[in-house]
């Protein structure tokens, strides 16, 4: 009777922790797999689950000495801009497990776009907006990708949406916000991050 | 007479905490740095603050040298009170630094060469050569031998301080342990080795590990990341080796300073711990260990500073 008692709350145990995953594992990126991030030997209690620790954990690899060739930093603003200060970190854009399908049909890549609500499709929760539906499909033709879906394309798809992911939190800026007032035209579809690198906050 | 009692009970319990605090502290005495202008320090307009310090180096009157890859400066720091004595911009996003006999070795990723300043940030001649990635440096004085990390070329490439290049460790056409994704570097003179910090490669179960070279580039020992209980590793970067022959190593995702005997390969203690208070580390990427003095300066790259664990390299 005890081990019958034990055994069900285990399994309810289980089943609870599956049910308020936030993501469901699984790594889309072929460099990234379970014990990546998830063994790491003598890691901080709660290591996983606390921002901060996260993105230390991202920038062992693309910080500055890390050993990957795509260099990383969180996104801020250094100076006093349109906005307050502010810090938006690794997974504020990207999804650690996942490339997502997006809302248009269409499958994210690089890891942009996080599970948010039920849909599961790739977004963004923004501060000025909310939780905002996001679509990177493309690097931009710097890249040389196409412009439509990429960082900013200044709704190329004509549907009304700026769903970029450099456009989804902007509401402030000169160019590029989530709404058809600014500018829209301002280098679009190119890739952003080749003058707002991602290693120096995405300040150009 | 209960309240005095109380009261007294009350402060020896507090000065007991307060030394096992210190114990706990592994007996070093820590300070946040975040290297400030001193009362003294000539002002520019022109520097910006000490941000996101990687690489540490330290000359014989205790002046400590680092690299702020954001920033892209090298900054002089007064090892005793941390003033900035002198900064100078580098023209592109410096990693490795070492300081040999009034210059500076400075590993320059933008230009993927290592550059070699005076003091004072006068550039004078480039190491000959391509380093595709100089993530960090060592220099050895007496034999005139600079040893440069090259992380994405996956070896140590050694070059006469006056420019040519000479040779790769691990040797070349020798079937012995490689370097896999290698990041920090030490010397160990005395023995006539290199001290390299290796990342591994998890999705080849590599496991990371700290991997010892003669100056020929032959390997002797390793001492492995997921061995050890508590002293389990899997980030390593900078190195040091002590005054007594310990090797120090920072592990940049656990936040701390693991201390290893270079005999028997045993974990001897660890400074720090993952964190923003002083004392505590974010992303730390390279150690020096003050050879008179002990004392171990961090470079604690996510709190923008540098943190002093004063006496931590003793035995």
């Known amino acids: ?81 349109q906005y307050p200060l502010f810090t938006i970190t690794c997974t504020g854009c990207h999804d650690s497990h996942n490339d997502r399908d997006n809302w248009l049909g269409g499958t994210n890549i690089r890891l942009v776009g996080r599970r948010l609500d039920s849909t599961g499709l790739a977004k963004v929760n923004t501060t000025s907006s909310g939780i905002q539906n996001t679509v990177f499909e493309s690097r931009g033709t710097n890249e040389g990708g196409p412009s439509l879906h990429s960082f900013a394309d200044g709704d190329e798809d004509g549907n009304s949406v700026y769903d970029g992911i450099c456009e989804v939190c902007h509401t402030l800026t000169k160019h590029h916000r989530n709404n058809p007032s600014g500018g829209h035209v301002h280098q679009v579809g190119r890739t952003c991050t080749r003058c707002h690198e991602h290693v120096t906050n995405f300040i150009p | 007479m209960k309240t005095r009692n109380a009261l007294l009970l009350l402060i020896c319990a507090a000065f007991v905490t307060y030394g096992i605090f210190l114990l706990l502290g592994q007996g070093a005495v820590t300070e946040a740095v975040k290297g400030s202008d001193g009362p003294g320090a000539a002002k520019s307009k022109k520097r910006p603050p000490l941000t996101h310090p990687v690489r540490i180096s330290q000359d014989l009157d205790g002046n400590l040298f680092v690299s702020d890859y954001s920033q892209r400066f090298i900054y002089t720091l007064d090892g005793s009170d941390f003033r900035i004595k002198k900064a100078f911009e580098v023209s592109g996003r410096p990693l490795g630094v070492a300081w040999g006999k009034g210059r500076l070795f400075v590993g320059n990723e933008t230009t993927r060469s290592v550059e070699v300043f005076n003091t004072s940030g006068k550039m004078q001649y480039n190491l000959d050569g391509e380093v ?11 034999r005139g031998l600079v040893f440069v990390v090259d992380g994405y070329g996956k070896s140590v490439k050694v070059f006469d301080a006056k420019g040519p290049f000479l040779y790769v460790i691990p040797k070349e056409g020798v079937p012995q342990e490689g ?137």
Do not use: W
């Open chain 2, 132 to 142: 595709l990635k100089p993530t960090d440096i060592a220099f050895d004085g007496e």
């Open chain 1, 1 to 81: 009777m005890k081990r019958l008692i034990l055994i069900l709350g285990l399994a309810i145990f289980v089943t609870g922790v599956i049910v308020l995953l936030p993501d469901e594992p699984g790594a889309a990126n072929p460099n990234h797999d379970c014990s990546f991030c998830h063994n790491i030997h003598g890691a901080p209690a709660l290591a996983l689950l606390k921002e901060e620790v996260v993105e230390t954990l991202c920038l062992t690899c693309h910080g500055p000495a890390g050993i990957s060739t795509q260099k990383a930093d969180v996104h801020t603003n250094d100076s006093p801009t």
């Open chain 2, 179 to 315: 370097l896999v994704n290698p990041t920090g570097i030490a010397l160990d003179p005395g023995r006539g080795e290199v001290v390299v910090s290796d990342f591994g490669d998890t999705i080849a179960r590599i496991p990371a590990a700290i991997k010892v070279y003669d100056y020929d580039g032959i390997f002797r020992f390793k001492i492995s990341g997921a061995v050890q209980g508590d002293f389990l590793f899997s980030r390593p970067q900078g190195l040091a080796v002590g005054p007594a022959g310990n090797v120090f190593m920072v592990d940049s995702m656990l936040g701390k300073v693991l201390v290893f005997d270079r005999t028997s390969g045993l974990g001897l203690k660890v400074l720090g711990s993952f964190g923003t208070e002083p004392g505590q580390l974010k992303l730390p990427l390279d150690v020096v260990v003050a050879p008179a003095t002990g004392d171990v300066f961090v470079t604690n790259s996510r709190n923008d500073r540098v943190e002093a664990f004063r006496g931590g390299g003793l035995p």
